[in-house]
């Protein structure tokens, strides 16, 4: 029962400083001369006891715990590490702790002041004796120009270029056009007898026989025909995987 | 007067002011103390306020502090408001600016789009644009240019002040060259390319 | 009193009262015939409303009339007030207000708890804080100030009437007072505001 009451302390804190910054201000002395190590144990006793009901403690709460225990084995046996270094962690958390203070006494400080809408109150209603004048053109040479370009881009959107759709023998086409073929020629072949008559010069030809070329590889992987190139360069020779068989057993 | 008066019109002028509508007789009777009469207090009010700047008027079924008539005018402030130009003038007056002196065919071929009458009097009624003579071509067409009054507005000193197309980055020409039907340069560059690595 | 002073009184009056803003005492000064010092009218009407129910006060740089404090209690039955803020909020508005312009991870970090997105949107509604720009390094976050609500909130007249940091500092719980550097006058005004209002 108690323990639970310590959990729900917990939670009325707003991180771990506010509760440093409680437990340093129950010291009642100054905060330049609180007590880091008593501070630390405190903490670390309030954090242990919150532990043992709810092991799931936020994330920063055991952040600033190992960061304390780390603090509080340096202060108490300086000579482990540097001791320098204890004493400027303690020095920092003395120094959050108190800039915490001065802006929470600030926040009071405010608080206690009459706040307009709640202890004091300007006029309901407001009188308006503005008059508008709107014969006056708004002008910047920032809109001229981006209206310029905007005019000009817009011009020139209406004559865009749009490339011809380019249709290209495709390796399907030939996967299909070879498979057509293929049983028409006994014997071997070259490749380029498959790539149709029409399909036109330049580009679209070397398209063509380069699909061609793949549909060749994909069926000579697949085992429907045999491929052969008898020198670099020289003419690819296509035969059919069925004339070859035929071929051996004659 | 008395203290309890005194505090009345204390309490009865501050719900007056802070109220966001004007504050009724009965609402003010419900705040002030039993024995006060609201009536009597608005009417000390009143009296206390007719000689001030701000007086204490009936309005809209309740009580209200207004700014003393013969004062208004003094407070009266004119706000200057200006209107910005609607996007198609601002484009017109550009293209004018740009191109003077320019036709208005020509302004519509550049902006890609009609010009209408009420654009262009719209720059007319501002003494944006003037007319410029005409072009000695059939139709005569009506030339058209910018005013001293346009420099003004953009604080510029002479139409030479104005950033030039080119620092625009409009490539004028782009438009027209990407038209060309046949982009065969580039596709001999891609079959020199193929000659290349094609290897087969 | 001239008759000069009466109509000054009542030009300064009225202009208080219409104005949305705090009127400066330079725009006051503008309104009033050149031979009036705006100085010597607003100090006039100052003393002329300080005993009634609602008082002349400067607030965010100018002058602005506000129901008498001791009235409130009796003014939330004619108009609606909002919620007060909440001590998270409090706090977090302290912080804008003496580090700024701050970024969200150093109020985060000066508080030691994350700042939850509804306090800063009360913050936000209330018109109390505003971005002031980004800071230039990785991330470019977003730096934020006070605004003239927030002064006029307070009924602070300017910035640098927030209480120094060293006069927060004086803790009135612990036995401060001797070891305290500061001049003693000022120290005691501190610390017998810090009494008043410390309240755990």
């Known amino acids: ?250 | 007067m008395s203290d309890e008066m005194t505090n009345a019109l204390r309490l009865a002028e501050a719900a007056i002011f802070a109220a966001p509508q004007p504050l009724s007789t009965r609402q003010l009777g419900q705040l002030l103390p039993d024995a006060m009469e609201a009536e009597a207090v608005l009417m000390a009010l009143v009296d206390l306020y007719a000689p001030r700047g701000v007086n204490l008027v009936e309005v809209g079924g309740g009580w209200q502090f207004r700014t003393a008539p013969d004062i208004a005018p003094y407070l009266r402030k004119v706000v200057e408001v200006p209107r910005r130009l609607p996007r198609v003038a601002m484009e017109t007056l550009a293209i004018i600016a740009y191109h003077q002196p320019v036709t208005r065919p020509e302004i519509e071929e550049m902006r890609g789009a009609a010009l209408s009458q009420v654009t262009l009097d719209l720059l007319l009624e501002n003494g944006l644009v003037t007319p410029k003579g005409r072009r000695e071509t059939p139709g005569r067409p009506t030339l058209w240019g910018t005013t001293p009054a346009f420099l003004a507005q953009f604080g510029l000193n002479d139409l030479r002040e104005l950033p030039k197309r080119e620092e625009l980055l409009i490539d004028p020409t782009g438009p027209v060259r990407a038209q060309a039907p046949e982009p065969a340069p580039r596709e001999e560059d891609m079959l020199a390319r193929g000659d290349e690595t094609e290897a087969p």
């Not at chain 1, 959050?96 to 001065?102: K, V």
Request: charged content about 25%.
């Open chain 1, 1 to 250: 029962m108690e323990v639970e009451a310590l959990v729900v302390h917990l939670e009325g804190f707003e991180g771990p400083l506010d509760l440093l910054l409680d437990l340093a201000r129950a010291q009642k002395v100054d905060l330049a001369k609180i007590s880091i190590l008593q501070l630390v144990e405190q903490f670390l006793a309030v954090i242990e006891g919150a532990r043992r009901v709810r092991l799931e403690l936020a994330a920063d709460w055991l952040v600033m715990a190992a960061w304390l225990t780390w603090l509080k084995s340096r202060l108490l046996v300086p000579e482990l590490g540097e001791p320098d270094d204890a004493e400027t962690a303690a020095e920092i958390l003395q120094a959050r702790l108190m800039d915490l203070q001065a802006m929470r006494q600030a926040a009071a400080w405010l608080g206690q002041r009459p706040q307009l809408g709640w202890d004091v109150f300007g006029r309901g209603v407001l009188e308006d004796f503005t008059e508008t004048d709107r014969s006056k053109l708004r002008l910047e040479m920032s809109g001229l120009l981006s209206a310029y370009l905007a005019a000009r881009r817009r011009a020139g959107g209406k004559q865009q270029y749009r490339p011809k759709p380019m249709v290209y023998f495709s390796v399907q086409n030939a996967l299909e056009r070879i498979g057509r073929l293929l049983g028409s020629l006994p014997d071997w072949s070259s490749l380029e007898q498959f790539i149709p008559d029409n399909v036109g010069d330049g580009l679209a030809k070397r398209a063509a026989l380069s699909a061609t070329l793949v549909a060749g590889l994909e069926m000579a992987k697949h085992g429907r025909l045999l491929l052969r190139q008898d020198e670099r360069f020289g003419p690819i020779l296509v035969r059919s995987q069925v004339a070859e068989l035929e071929g051996r057993h004659e």
